[in-house]
């Protein structure tokens, strides 16, 4: 899963739980049963878990862009230039 | 949200804390229910009444008690337990309490109901003190809801007398 796709999951699980919750609590309400609620909100968690738990496609979509190997090697890492100063500190350099 | 058990460590958090809340206003949601119950009980027969050998007052009663408890039951209501409890003073104890009658209620259609019964529990004093006692007959309920607080209140009746003489 790449970074998109994992926002876009956590985003996805909170929205879908909230709307299953707000969803089951009415209904519930409305009709009386607590039952229902249980239920509606329990089929919510099982449908946001199969939607946002299981590494699917659609969370791939923006893979990460690797430098070449080779790239790397005609663009080298600048090294960090030590000026010596003194040679008491040239002897702590690592 | 990097690895499998990550995400479904995190769901399962946040699915169980909304369903903490869901349940916490389930439970607030009883308060604005409109309760009118309603009781009736009537002192048909006093089959006897007598002193024991050790000198306790015991008394047996025929009630007829009719209750409407309907209202009390919501959408987060489990059972209602209910209860009927003499209520008398003594020069000992300002409250007697001798429970004669109680009942679980399941179902809402159960809880419109009249009965016809003598004490299931049976009234004894402690002590000689129930000839000619005013006491009140009280119909207690406790509502268990399925999530949240349990409530309890009770109707009071009042003016019932008991005999001046053994019988």
Redesign the interface.
Known sequence: ?DWQG??L??QL??IL??IA?IV??VV??VT???RT?MLI?AGG?VL??LV????WPFFNRNPLQWLDPSEAEKHPKPQVVVVVSSKKKSSNKK | MHSFGYRANALLTFAVTILAFICAIASFSDNFSNQTPSAQIQILNINWFQKQPHGNDEVSLTLNITADLQSLFTWNTKQVFAFVAAEYETSKNSLNQVSLWDAIIPKKEHAKFWIQISNKYRFIDQGHNLRGKNFNLTLHWHVMPKTGKMFADKIVMSGYRLPNAYR
Do not use: D
């Open positions: 899963m994992q926002k999951a956590e699980m909170q739980l909230l919750a089951a609590f519930g309400y009386a049963s607590f609620m909100y968690v946001t878990t946002t738990v299981p590494n």
